[in-house]
């Protein structure tokens, strides 16, 4: 009777891909670009995907994730302003002429759907 322990192969890890190159290292940058909002859901793995393709060439080990959370912490501050500019601009055209509708949050309460 042989000993299970000694059938055990050990793993390879050279043959592994870095996990900034797999599905689940993607699925962690979608999750990592939460904060930033839906534009931050879908720069997130773009930019981990650019980040892969510039250091795929280098033969040093650089980790990735490094460079992209410090490439992510402008990029949320950046985000946010596009996103916040957008929801006000949009706001100010929906208001349009009338007469004290941005004032003291005027237009912003909220009214059931068949209120009006």
Known sequence: ?????????????SDEKPLAFTKRGKILAVFGGIPCGPLG?????AALC???RFTRESDSK???FLIWSLLGI???FTLWFI???AILIFAAISCGDQAG???DG??????PAGSR
């Open 50 to 52: 650019m980040i892969n």
């Open 74 to 76: 402008p990029a949320f």
């Open 1 to 13: 009777m042989t000993n299970q322990v000694d059938e055990i192969q050990p793993v390879n890890k």
């Open 83 to 85: 996103q916040v500019s």
């Open 106 to 111: 005027a237009g912003w309460e909220m009214t």
């Open 62 to 64: 650089t980790n990735r």
């Open 101 to 103: 509708c941005m004032e």
């Open 41 to 45: 859901m879908a720069v997130s793995p």
